[in-house]
């Protein structure tokens, strides 16, 4: 079974950094992208940053210029380095990968999320 590892969320000050990874397991399909989601309370789902197999990326307009995601297709990893951490950035980062079944079918896998808390 696909299994998606997350861990580095945690409790920062404004300005600080942190570094998630997602490592994913029981994979027997390609990976085609990779990417990460939040969600607070009261709010949906969004996405925060995505990444091609081919190094593309693609940001949410409140992280650009300050969060980094990246890729290790020899270890099946994702990481989301952000820098300049604002209150706001608080939230449930969950991982997601789509999964390359078929040329043509695409499934998607979530990991549980990881807490990442910015104090002011």
């Known amino acids: 079974q696909v299994q998606l590892e997350e861990s580095g969320g945690g409790l920062v000050q404004a300005g600080g950094s942190l570094r998630l990874s997602c490592a994913a397991s029981?994979?027997?399909?390609?990976?085609?992208?990779m990417g990460w989601y939040r969600q607070s309370p009261g709010k949906q789902r969004e996405l925060v940053a995505a990444?091609?197999?081919?190094?593309?990326?693609n940001y949410a307009d409140s992280v650009k210029g300050r969060f980094t995601i990246s890729r290790d297709n020899t270890k099946n990893t994702v990481y989301l380095q952000m820098n300049s951490l604002k209150p706001e950035d608080t939230a449930v980062y969950l991982c997601?990968?789509?999964?390359?079944?078929?040329?043509?079918?695409?499934?998607?896998?979530w990991g549980q999320g990881t807490q990442v808390t910015v104090s002011s």
């Open positions: 029981g994979i027997i399909f390609p990976i085609n992208t």
């Open positions: 997601n990968i789509e999964l390359r079944v078929s040329l043509s079918t695409r499934r998607n896998y």
């Open positions: 990444i091609t197999p081919r190094d593309n990326t």
